[in-house]
């Protein structure tokens, strides 16, 4: 019997035209869905009984029966979305229930998660995946989060105005204005010149760093339990501090020491994940700084790139044929 394999995301998606392809030639059949049309699109119904459990989706045409699936790629599942009512009111109740009814059957469902929306959600916050790397024994910038325009002062005279600053989290972009570009705030160095503007930092927590004199920058994508570092040479180009800002610089598959390739591990094992993109940077000694994970983090570019097959470490993953880091067992209840 043929693997079953649901992708939350489009069919459109690049990362999942791709996966699929791999995954087509691995016994394994195929399934998107994304949560845009879960409340007035397509029909449910979750049967959860002493003896049984079902899941079935009714949506374009076609039923889903999810509570079948051997494996979930937690990909680009999209949003929520309820129609407008006269009454705003009556949408956030609907959504609400819709959003818990959905997060409760999805974290029911036993099958190998990449990743486990709960996992996902909790390692989204840069914060704890700090505290984490930390504890792990990984290297991390000096950091520092306040509303307090002295405190934010001191850490910058502290550093001798060697200081970053970036957001929090980066779903902060997209209530940004879409007019402006280019979209997003990347990170950023804290200039002499915005020290007169210091008295805003009480208006809302802000995150300041210790720059990092780097020689580049460590881009480490973890599919189950292998580990693909690449070196990227942000300081040839215009991304010195934020390297997504100037993608044309030279990028390669690279080695890392034992110790860094099973950190990353360690690091994906304690947040209950099985595919992570990390951003290290290699600073001026040689150390490896620890930065931030993304447990859905772009990795086409790459491939394309360097051509390191990660769709098809990926498909592999999810068609069940390589061994992932954790387990639902371990990503629900642990």
Known sequence: MSQQVLILSSPEDPHAIKVAAHLSVLDTTVSYWKFDSFVHDGQMFFDLSQSNRSFSLQDDGKTLDVAGFDSIWFRRPGTIKSKQFFEPWVQTVIESEAEQALKGILYSLPCLWVNFPMRHEASSLKLFQLEVAKNLGLEIPETIVTNDPQQALSFYEKYDGEVIYKLITEKTNFHLPRFEFPHGIPTLPVRKMDLEHFQQVRHAPHLFQQKIGKQSDIRVTVIGKKVFPFNIESQAGGGKIDWRTDYK????????????????????????????????????????????????GQYLWLEDLTEVPLSREMALLLAGKSEPLVTYEQCAFA
Do not use: T
């Open 249 to 296: 610089v030279p990028m390669q598959a690279c080695a890392l020491p034992d110790q860094i390739s099973q950190g990353c591990l360690n690091l994906l094992r304690r947040m209950g994940l099985n595919y992570g993109a990390i951003d290290f940077c290699l600073d001026a000694d040689g150390r490896y700084v620890f930065l931030e994970v993304n447990s859905a």
